[in-house]
């Protein structure tokens, strides 16, 4: 079966640090792959998607990058985090396009 | 989109009651439609989808439904229960992308 991890849970950095939170996916190839961010009690804003290795389509332009060094390898970095990079962010892969994306839990990001 | 920075609206439903979560969307070249159910700190889960060439498609004491004339989409929740309490979202398929759109808070009365 297919399953996603994305670490860590929960992370408080300080403002100007890096970031890289890391997502994987197991049990399938060549998945579409995306990064949301969800601020609390908002919806789910799209940050990143991909649709193979090396290819990253960017939605927002803002301080954060993606890459997807492997097929299964999702990675959401920051070179310099701001206070308004807080929030919840999620990943998730979906077969192919236009089918159900499925979720990992997220890490919760405080930036102090 | 904009609704990213909207507060959620709440639904109250007695429980036992038939719950109606309504949403609109914008594109009309979208053709695939999905339904989901966020608890609280964890990740949202698929409930329902339903593609373009449908009106209607029910699951497990859910239905969706779709109105491409008005563009817009509703997801039924038959007989309520304490464990739908919960932010629902519908989101749509835009070629690789998947745009989730304003969500709802559903609150359950005893």
């Known amino acids: 079966s297919q399953t996603i991890h994305q670490w860590p849970a929960t992370l408080v950095q300080p403002v100007g640090s890096p970031l890289s939170l890391e997502c994987t996916v197991e049990g399938t190839s060549n998945p579409n792959l995306y990064w949301y961010r969800q601020a609390a009690g908002r919806g789910l804003q799209l940050l990143f998607y991909s649709v193979g290795i090396g290819q990253i389509s960017s939605e927002v332009p803002q301080n954060l990058s993606a890459s997807r060094p492997q097929d299964r390898q999702f990675i959401l970095s920051s070179k310099k985090l701001l206070l308004s990079d807080s929030g919840f962010y999620l990943c998730?892969?979906?077969?192919?396009?236009?089918?159900?994306?499925?979720f990992g839990q997220g890490t919760r990001l405080t930036v102090v | 989109g904009e609704s990213v920075g909207l507060h959620l609206p709440t639904l109250s439903v007695q429980e036992g009651d038939n719950s109606i979560i309504n949403c609109a969307y914008s594109n009309s070249a979208s053709d695939y439609f999905i339904w989901y159910k966020q608890e609280s700190g964890k990740g949202p889960q698929f409930i329902i989808d339903?593609?373009?060439?449908?009106d209607k498609r029910q699951g497990q004491r859910v239905t969706v439904l779709l109105n491409k004339t008005v563009k817009h989409l509703s997801l039924q929740i038959a007989a309520t229960q304490p464990g739908d309490s919960a932010v629902y979202f519908c989101?749509?398929?835009?070629?690789?992308?998947?745009?989730f759109g304003k969500g709802t808070r559903l609150h359950i009365l005893p």
């Open positions: 998730a892969w979906s077969y192919q396009p236009n089918t159900e994306a499925f």
């Open positions: 989101a749509e398929a835009r070629g690789d992308k998947i745009i």
């Open positions: 339903i593609r373009s060439n449908m």
